[in-house]
């Protein structure tokens, strides 16, 4: 059930395939900012469910989200593949963090901070299969094959797309 009202919930504007457009970038960020601090909440966001698609959190997420923003359903899957994608850089900073860890010889405590023990040994015990070193490598090098990176800068490509052809835009309000 969500809690505000309407008119304490910010309200988002999607354009025709469910991304966020509006009604300013500062609304659209702060959107973006709160799916991080998702990210980072173990209740909603466990750390040891290394199949994103298989946390069964997904429909708890999308009502606390909806508990801050008016959204309409249909940006249901922008919220949670945003929510993976910050999930998959923060488990990168978690993993380059450790591995700094390790080769300093310095103990876990930082990183106990940011995770819970049981999920942070899940993890470890995770990148130090052979598979995940090797899906690691395989990463590393298809990164390296990239010359053409995104230099549109923190804008969204749904928003440059609005901003370049608003006669071509259609919006879904909530």
Request: contains cysteine; charged residues 30%; aromatic residues 8%.
């Amino acid at each position: 059930m969500i809690e505000g009202s309407s008119e304490e919930r910010t309200p988002i504007i999607l354009n025709c395939y469910g991304q966020p457009i509006g009604p300013t970038q500062k609304v659209i960020d702060d959107l973006s900012h709160f799916l991080g601090t998702i990210t980072r909440t173990t209740e909603l966001a466990p750390l040891n469910f290394l199949d994103r698609p298989s946390v069964p959190t997904h429909d708890q997420i999308w009502e606390y989200v909806l508990e801050k923003f008016m959204i309409a359903p249909e940006g249901r899957c922008w919220i949670l593949e945003t929510k993976n994608l910050s999930w998959r850089g923060y488990i990168s900073k978690l993993k380059k963090m450790y591995l700094e860890t390790v080769e300093k010889g310095s103990n876990l405590d930082k990183l106990h901070e940011l995770v819970l023990e049981d999920e942070l040994k899940d993890l470890i015990s995770y990148w130090n299969t052979s598979p995940a070193k090797e899906q690691s490598k395989k990463n590393k090098r298809n990164r390296e094959k990239l010359d053409d990176m995104n230099t549109i800068g923190p804008r969204s490509y749904a928003l440059l797309r609005q901003t370049r052809r608003p006669e071509q835009a259609r919006t879904i309000k909530s």
